[in-house]
Every structure is written in C-alpha cells, then in structure tokens.
T-cell receptor, first 112, second 114 residues
Framework: GEDVEQSLFLSVREGDSSVINCTYT??????LYWYKQEPGAGLQLLTY?????DMKQDQRLTVLLNKKDKHLSLRIADTQTGDSAIYFC????????????FGKGTMLLVSP | KAGVTQTPRYLIKTRGQQVTLSCSPI?????VSWYQQTPGQGLQFLFE???????NKGNFPGRFSGRQFSNSRSEMNVSTLELGDSALYLC?????????????FGPGTRLTVT
C-alpha cells in the first residue's frame, strides 16, 4: 500500500537552513508535493517535483528527490520565524488522478 | 483571483445529527476533492468530484457523501454524526483533477461533534 513517512519535529535557529525529510513506498509515485500549514489555516502548496527530476529550486526552497531510495527532502534556506509551521509531504500515484497521500507532517519551529 | 472558500468555518453538532459543508473552488477549476484531517489519522482523502460526478473515493463509510453542482461548487454531507467525525474538513480544487494538477486548499471547516 501507499505510505508516506516524515519525522515529526524539527527545531532550528533563525538564519540557519532547515531540511525536512520524507520517505515514500509507492514506486509508481509520479508527483511529490510539499505543503505548509499554519495554525488554524488550510494547506498552502509550496512546491512540487515530477518523479523524473532529481532537483527543483524555487527561491529559498530546494527539493531533492532520490527516486532509488524513495527519499524526498525540502531545504529552506535562511529560515525565518515566519516559516514556523507544519510541513506535509504528499504524493500522487500512477492512477491518473491527483489524489494526494500525505505524510503525518513535520512541525518546524524556528527560534530567534 | 479568489481562492478556495469553505463555509461554514466552524460547526458544532451533536451525535446523531447530520451536517452539510460547502466548498467553492477557484474560478475555472472543475475538480474538487475533500480531505479529513484529524490528529490521530492525519490527512485522509474522502472523495473527488469532476463535472458533477464522483470520480474517486477514499475508504470512508457511506455516511460520508458529497455532490457537485454545475458551477463546480461542491458539498459534502455526513449523516448520523459520531464523536470520531470531529475533524478539520478541507476541500481542494484543481483544473481537472489529473496527475500533476496543482491542488489548492481552502481554509477548512472545523467540525466538533459533542
């Protein structure tokens, strides 16, 4: 079955880089996503990567994909206190639909 | 362009009652998906609608149902509410629900069942 796993918590200091990791089991995963959720809010799409890519950069965000190990990471450069939130990794399988399977989320706490 | 809107934002119901939640997608988006978020189970897919038809369904009991209207707005209904239905219900819209479509989420409806 499909499974997406993430570490639950990450604490960094403002200005440092943050790296949030995710592993998935579905070898037919085609797209992998990162979403951000702030308290009391919905999910904000940050970025996504197609499974035939190994890296994508978008301003302070860098996504790395190791398809062989089924490992995805999100690096946030120059982390700010406003980046404190829960980050969800999600994947869509090769089903033809955009149905998302989510990890449990990583809570990122940025201290001044 | 306005984002995905959900109403109501908060709801308190009693066990055994039923509830209807509403979602208006981004203009031009024709696919609407619903997800349930709870502390224990995380985010779980409920169902997806496209062109007024349910196209995909998650592993939830028949008490959970939905529909989509011709203007792509969607509603979900939960009948005979149970305490375990307390959750944040999120809807997401995308252009056509195909793979690679970016899905944009609304702020959610927080349902509390007492």
């Amino acid at each position: 079955g499909e499974d997406v796993e993430q570490s639950l918590f990450l604490s960094v200091r403002e200005g440092d880089s943050s790296v949030i990791n995710c592993t998935y089991t579905d070898s037919s995963s085609t797209y992998l996503y990162w979403y951000k959720q702030e308290p009391g809010a919905g999910l904000q799409l940050l970025t996504y990567i197609f499974s035939n890519m190994d890296m994508k950069q978008d301003q302070r965000l860098t996504v790395l994909l190791n398809k062989k190990d089924k490992h995805l990471s999100l690096r946030i450069a120059d982390t700010q206190t406003g980046d404190s939130a829960i980050y969800f990794c999600a994947e869509t399988s090769n089903s033809g639909y955009s149905t998302l399977t989510f990890g449990k989320g990583t809570m990122l706490l940025v201290s001044p | 362009k306005a984002g995905v809107t959900q109403t109501p934002r908060y709801l308190i119901k009693t066990r055994g009652q039923q509830v209807t939640l509403s979602c208006s997608p981004i203009s031009g988006h024709r696919s609407v998906s619903w997800y349930q978020q709870t502390p224990g189970q995380g985010l779980q897919f409920l169902f997806e609608y496209f062109s007024e038809t349910q196209r995909n369904k998650g592993n939830f009991p028949g008490r959970f149902s939905g529909r989509q209207f011709s203007n792509s707005r969607s509603e979900m209904n939960v009948s005979t509410l149970e305490l375990g239905d307390s959750a944040l219900y999120l809807c997401a819209s995308s252009l056509n629900g195909g793979q690679g479509n970016e899905q944009y989420f609304g702020p959610g409806t927080r349902l509390t069942v007492t």
